[in-house]
């Protein structure tokens, strides 16, 4: 079992930044893949970013060039900073960790950005 403890969220202006970080129960090393996902009302489930342990990454076009997603090995997080943040980033963001036969998530932290 992995549990996930995403934090972060908030209101923020268009143009602004947030980092969201996702706490594991289990040490990182251990885990070959997290991801950070979102999901908006009325919408599906989509991948944000993800990571795996060799270190390479994966985003989703439309937030390329604009979120990071990082592994902190001393904290045992994996990061989303979001920076020039728009109104349709605003969604529910979900961590998830993934071994071979195994998925586990957050409960989920909200993100709006609104003027």
């Known amino acids: 079992q992995v549990q996930l403890v995403e934090s972060g969220g908030g209101l923020v202006q268009p143009g602004g930044s947030l980092r969201l970080s996702c706490a594991t129960s289990?040490?990182?090393?251990?885990?070959?893949?997290m991801g950070w996902y979102r999901q908006a009302p009325g919408k599906e489930r989509e991948l944000v970013a993800s990571i795996d342990i060799g270190n390479s990454r994966t985003y989703a076009d439309s937030v390329k060039g604009r979120f990071t997603i990082s592994r902190d090995y001393k904290q045992n997080t994996v990061d989303l900073q979001m920076n020039s943040l728009k109104p349709e980033d605003t969604a529910a963001y979900y961590c998830?960790?993934?071994?071979?036969?195994?998925?586990?998530w957050g409960q989920g932290t909200q993100v709006t950005v609104s003027s």
């Open positions: 998830n960790a993934k071994n071979t036969g195994e998925s586990y």
């Open positions: 289990r040490s990182i090393f251990s885990i070959y893949a």
